[in-house]
């Protein structure tokens, strides 16, 4: 007979004398906070209790990422930090997900240099996690799954989200592309999208909940669509999604250059909902490295892209993900990344170093390209774009913003995001945080602008 793991669990857990507390901690990535949400609903549905205090919890879940070199780095480091919690709580159950998890590497080094773990699971065990909480409970031995399930699409999981306000909604797991330096598509398989009733039906709810702004979420969002047995792509959802009735904006991360087509562009211009602002990653101006990197576009194309965009939409918001010292990149290749940067003028630049990852292709390449020069670059970049928002965000004073108000900044800023994911603060107090208010901007800096309530 089948065991109803949820069930079974809540029944051990039921004997307490209290509700044991969960605590998720989500590294990285949307998605991955996303997924981290779902463990949550998962965790509830077992009789579990919420908390963001890991000296709280009974239950704690690392749901980590496995990008670059340092985030790894950071995950052992608080895993280390843990133990002297559990010989406090000997009871307590500590799990590793997320995308570390799903490399088998992982679950040998913490079976050897960090005993004070239970569980290790990888992304493909999302949907698993009652059964693995129901054998670390009853064989009080160590559990590993990194099987690769790569049809999933995690469905009819009830998410816990942190915010009312807004929310990430996954349109697609995976990714098929093999940027040469990438780990994700190991580590999350291949690209598989939902179905469009079931995305449809999950903004009406949200947006029927109060939710104001949508992000649409996926490795690859614009090839949204393959595999489906409706013939559907991006910027048909994009419309599907741009007529729903309500009160919400639109957003999506990340969309590949090498699948932005002019009609991706036409249907951001002509909807209603979809925020004026695209995160369209470049990773470097050399078409040498492109190549290197199996990005499958030239500079050419690219620029060509972000003219028909422009053309389109005039006040359109760029922003891009770049990588430094790809194996082998030359200072004049680093020049090319320099030139499109200036060009383009982003609005912001998400900028790494290059991380080896073992199991990737550019893992291979013998590279000569020193670490000193590496952080030079970088460096040089991030000087070239303060300069460029610097002079670039003096376009917005006077400009009137929508801005969905998230936080605070020091003591004295509301802060928050306009439509054009331009950080904005004002001065006002904390309940605006979860509002949309209008915003006349005032002032602007090289990271943010300052505005007041109109
Ligand atoms: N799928 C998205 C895309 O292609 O834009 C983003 C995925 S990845 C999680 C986010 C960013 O991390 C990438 O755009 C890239 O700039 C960076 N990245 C990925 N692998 C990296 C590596 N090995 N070293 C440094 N940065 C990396
Ligand atoms: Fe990684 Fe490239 Fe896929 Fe983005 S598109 S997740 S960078 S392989």
Known sequence: MEIN??????DIFAKREAPPLCCVHSYGCQQNVSDGEKLKGQLCLMGCGVTDDMTAADIIILNTCAVRENAELKVYGNIGELKRLKEQKPDMLIAVGGCMGQEPKTAEKIKKSYRHVDIVFGTFAAKELPRLIYEALTKKEFIVDTAERN????????AVRSEKYKAGVSIMYGCNNFCSY??????????RSRSPEKI??????LVSDGCKEIMLLGQNVNSYGRGLEEKIDFPELLRRIDNIDGDFRVRFMSPHPKDATREFFDVIAESKKICKSVHLPLQSGSDRILKEMNRRYTAEQYMDMVEYARKVMPGLSISTDIIVGFPNETYEDFSRTLDIVKAVKYDNIFS???SKRTG??????????????????????????REISEEHYKRFLGAEFDVLFDGTYKEEFISGKSGEFIITLVKGSPELIGTMRKVRVTKTHNWAVEGELI
Request: with cysteine; charged share 35%; net charge negative.
């Open 151 to 158: 049809t999933e699409c995690f469905e009819d999981i009830p």
């Open 200 to 205: 449809i039906e999950e903004i009406k709810r």
């Open 182 to 191: 990438c780990i994700v598509p190991y580590v999350r398989g291949r690209e």
């Open 5 to 10: 793991y949820i069930q079974a669990v809540r």
């Open 352 to 354: 790494f170093i290059y």
């Open 360 to 385: 990737t292709k550019a893992a291979e390449i013998i590279d000569h390209t020193s670490e000193e020069d590496k952080g030079e670059r970088f460096r040089e970049l991030l000087a070239v774009q």
